[in-house]
């Protein structure tokens, strides 16, 4: 009896949609591997066709390449039809089957084989025949696989689908009808006739799209000067011809009789618009343009606003330039007004030929370049037509090569003003030195005049003995005559002593503090800008802030001196102020300026003086000697200061090694000034007692001061290597007496103060090496290390005074106790061992403005490709930490 659950017709029922899908699927496949060398070639064809290859070789090439074709495409035919066969429902039944686990569809349709008789069997076989049914709802039709990476190894296939892509971007389906026009006869020609394509593309540099003359219907079109015109012409040479008056070189009517295909019948023609006129396609289908050509007009330029100078002499001139499309550069150029200059004294005579000023103008980074508003920035305060009239032209260029220029503007020069008359006079005998080197008799005589008795002009000695090098080197050269390089230099001298004599000693707090009340009540006096007195007000606030923390390391070294002596006189009576004090006197006086009620500013100007000067020492009154730990603090403060003038000498040393006498002379000044410092420094910490000339700490700063006249450029015997080394060797020493050893702030401070140890090792290396970028970086993470090492140690030292039950009396609170103790402004020291306090020192607005500003000129250093590429690494790490 044959067994129901077999029926052929019924299982086949339940995937007979699946099975039709599989089926196609399978043609496909078949298709695809059969004939993909078919429609490979045919694509080919195509693509070369659209590209219009048949109209750029001869005719006879044409042929020779249709026959090719067709013999390859009748081979691919061939090739595919004998491989092709076409799928049966058995085929595609079985892929389906296959697919599937267990095969159900062939189980549904097997018999039985043995036990057909045995009752258990056949309700065993029954049972697995129904669940190999049931699987049958689940079939799913198979996907075709069209890979056919085995018959093609070579990827030919590709190659057509790209050369189509090509073609259909840059190609046109209208170019295949030319081929027609290639049989014999040209029958294909006179039932199609003559076709034509064109293109008009504006300059590169205005950014307009291409035109596709085909679709432009219009009979007047602009067109941008410069503009290219391409025209292809298909069809029997002749039948079209181009006729042109834009170029400002027609074709001549000859040229289009002329049956070889020249002139204005060339199947390609290309021209450049260079005025308005006509564009034709003469013949069947042709068409005519009447081009207005605009003019690129030339660029402007103007002047914005005044000079706008810092206190510094660094100026900016706003300008605003415009293009039709876009200015590509810009120049400055500065000549001397000589008709506008004061011809008295120094200038008397005529000045020395010396070249124009010529600065680049800056452009936006990014952005519209056709119409924006910049700045030249710049500082000329060295410059010898320093605060003299000078003629300002200001030009721009485009990408067309056409310049536009400002009218000359005659404007002062700006440069940096001096408030401190003998730095004044300096400057004024450096300017009529530059002016005319014939003035050197005049200056040397003025100079020695006013330096007849030099007591009370000059704060030091070293700064007299610098100017009296400078006097004898020039009356050394009266008889010979100056060159160029000593006049050069002395000038630089003299800048140099000037800006010493105008800044004054950095460390010296308190006299810095009175000079920039000075500056600041002479700024007011003459009337100086809103900008300058800004500047000078912060230097003011910079100022106060320095002698605050002086004051309290002097009494610091009271303390050594006298030790309980205080204790025994008791306090003394001063005034005592807090920060919100002083800062609500400076925000009053700047307030006032601002208000332009000068008189009041000055009145309180003078009054916050006389209560700086009647101020008093109260920080550590009644105490003895400093803790073990504050000592362990300072010294870790004065490596991290040391380690700082290392590290800003080996980045001016840096600049110096790529640009060459770029920052030599301009830091000369400096390093001197640096020298004197060191030296003042040495007699207030009692290493070099005594007055100017008779003690060593005096006499290395008069020796490291005159570095800065451009004298022995040798009289620091000891390297950079070797002061890393002394460095580190003092850190070890500290490390081996740290306070709070048995606590985990003391176990934290000593592991970053050997990360700090082993930075400075590296550094040494480096220094030792010439590689001064990488010991910049080494000596940064020694800086950061010993900043971390004061700050565990700060936590060490509270935490031990805390066990200790120190924390609450108030004498500790004010000596002992470096996180409790307060200078006279009533500001706590911190507990992180730092010089002054983690309160806000000055105005918020104050703290941001200089942060942002100093943002700013890392950012525009870092924009500047002509500095070397050290240096600019350096600055982008300096970006993207802060």
């Known amino acids: 009896m044959a067994d129901h659950m077999s029926d052929p017709t019924e299982v086949l029922a339940q995937v007979r949609r699946p099975a039709a899908l599989t089926r196609l699927g399978l043609l496909a496949e078949r298709l695809v591997r059969a004939f993909w060398p078919l429609w490979s070639v045919l ?7 659209m590209l219009g290859l048949q109209d750029l070789v001869p005719v006879e090439a044409v042929w020779t390449a249709g026959v090719l074709a067709l013999a390859a495409l009748i081979w691919a035919g061939w090739w595919g039809a004998s491989r092709f066969r076409w799928p049966t429902r058995e085929a595609a039944i079985m892929r389906l089957d296959a697919t599937m686990p267990g095969r159900p569809i062939s189980t549904a349709l097997d018999h039985q084989a043995i036990g057909s008789g045995d009752a258990a069997s056949q309700a065993v076989w029954h049972a697995h025949q129904a669940r190999m049914r049931a699987r049958l709802a689940e079939a799913r039709a198979v996907e075709p696989d069209l890979k056919t990476s085995e018959q093609d190894p070579y990827a030919l296939r590709y190659a057509a689908l790209l050369a189509l892509s090509v073609a259909l971007l840059f190609g046109s389906v209208m170019r295949v009808s030319s081929v027609t026009g290639m049989g014999p006869g040209g029958a294909g020609d006179v039932a199609s006739g003559p076709s034509w394509e064109g293109w008009m593309e504006p300059p590169s540099y205005t950014r307009l799209p291409a035109v596709y003359l085909n679709d432009i219907t219009a009979a007047d079109l602009s067109v941008p000067a410069g503009a290219t015109v391409t025209l292809r012409l298909y069809g029997t040479p002749g039948d079209l011809s181009v006729s042109e008056t834009v170029s400002g070189n027609p074709l001549t009517p000859e040229t289009q009789s002329d049956g070889a295909g020249e002139g204005a019948t060339a199947t390609a023609q290309d021209f450049v618009v260079a005025q308005s006129g006509r564009v034709a396609i003469d013949g069947l289908g042709g068409r005519a343009w009447n081009f207005s050509v605009t003019p690129d007009r030339a660029p402007d330029v103007t002047r914005a606003g005044p000079f706008d100078v810092k206190y510094d002499g660094a100026a900016s001139l706003p300008f605003v330039a415009t293009d039709d499309y876009a200015v ?8 001397l007004a000589l008709a506008e200059v004061d011809r008295r004294y120094g200038r008397r005579m005529e000045p020395e030929a010396r070249p124009a000023i010529e600065v680049t103008l800056p452009l936006p980074v990014a952005g519209d370049r056709a119409n924006f508003e910049e700045a030249l920035i710049g500082n000329f305060s060295e410059h010898p037509w320093a605060n003299l009239p000078v003629e300002i032209t200001l030009s721009v260029s485009d990408a067309a090569g056409q310049t536009g220029a400002a009218a000359p503007d005659v404007l002062t020069l700006p440069g ?18 530059l002016w ?7 200056i040397a005589l003025i100079l020695r005049a006013i330096s007849y008795e030099p007591e009370g002009l000059f704060r030091q000695s070293s700064h007299y003995l610098r100017f009296r090098t400078i006097l004898r080197r020039l009356e050394a050269n009266l008889e010979t005559g100056l060159d160029d390089t000593t006049r050069d230099e002395l000038a630089q001298a003299m800048w140099d002593l000037a800006l010493v004599l105008e800044e ?7 006299e810095r503090l009175r000079r920039a009340q000075e500056r600041l009540e002479e700024a007011m006096r003459n009337g100086a800008s809103e900008d300058e007195i800004a500047e000078l007000m912060q230097e003011l606030r ?10 309290a390391q002097e009494q610091r070294r009271q303390n050594d001196q006298n030790g309980d002596q205080n204790a025994q006189n008791g306090p003394q009576d001063g005034m005592q102020m807090t920060q919100n004090d002083l800062q609500e006197m400076m925000d009053r006086i700047q307030e006032l300026m601002e208000e332009g009620r000068m008189a009041e500013a000055m009145q309180a100007l003078q009054e916050l003086q006389e209560m700086m000067e009647n101020m008093r020492i109260t920080e550590g009154q ?7 730990g504050q000592q362990a603090l300072e010294g870790l403060g004065e490596t991290l200061r040391e380690q700082q003038d290392l590290s800003d000498q080996a980045f001016r040393d840096l600049q110096e090694q790529f640009n060459p006498g770029q920052n030599r002379e301009g830091q000369q000044g400096q390093q001197g ?8 420094g040495q007699q207030q910490d009692g290493r070099g007692e005594g007055q100017p000339g008779e003690g060593q700490g005096d006499g290395q700063g008069q020796q490291q001061g005159q570095q800065g006249q451009g004298g022995d450029q040798q009289s620091l015997e000891e390297s950079l290597a070797d002061r890393q080394r002394a460095l580190r060797n003092e850190l070890n020493r500290q490390r081996q007496n740290l306070p709070g050893q048995g606590t985990e702030g003391g176990r934290a401070a000593g592991e970053a103060l050997d990360r700090a140890e082993g930075a400075m090792e590296g550094a040494e290396e480096a220094l030792r090496q010439d590689d001064f970028a990488g010991a910049i970086d080494r000596q940064s993470e020694a800086m950061e290390a010993l900043r971390e090492g004061m700050r565990n140690l700060g936590e060490a030292l509270a935490e031990q005074q805390g066990q200790q039950g120190q924390q609450g009396q108030q004498g500790q609170a004010e000596g002992s106790d470096p996180g409790q103790q307060r200078d006279p402004l009533g500001r706590s020291a911190g507990t992180n061992g730092q010089i002054g306090s983690d309160e806000q020192m000055l105005g918020g607005e104050d703290v941001y403005r200089r942060a942002r500003e100093l943002l700013d000129e890392i950012r525009r250093r870092s924009g500047e490709g002509e500095r070397p590429e050290e240096e600019l690494d350096y600055l982008e790490r300096l970006l993207e930490r802060f």
């Open 43 to 49: 694509i080919t064809v195509i693509a070369a066709l």
């Open 328 to 335: 590509t550069g810009g120049e400055a150029r500065i000549d």
């Open 416 to 433: 940096r003003r001096f408030f401190e008359p003998m730095a004044a006079a300096l400057i004024e005998e450096r300017q009529a030195l």
């Open 436 to 442: 005319n080197r014939e003035n050197a008799r005049d």
């Open 504 to 510: 004054g000693d950095l460390d010296d707090a308190r």
């Open 542 to 551: 910079r100022a106060t802030d320095d002698f605050m923390r002086q004051l």
């Open 622 to 628: 009644g105490q003895g000697q400093p803790s073990p």
């Open 673 to 680: 000034q640096q020298g004197q410092q060191q030296g003042q």
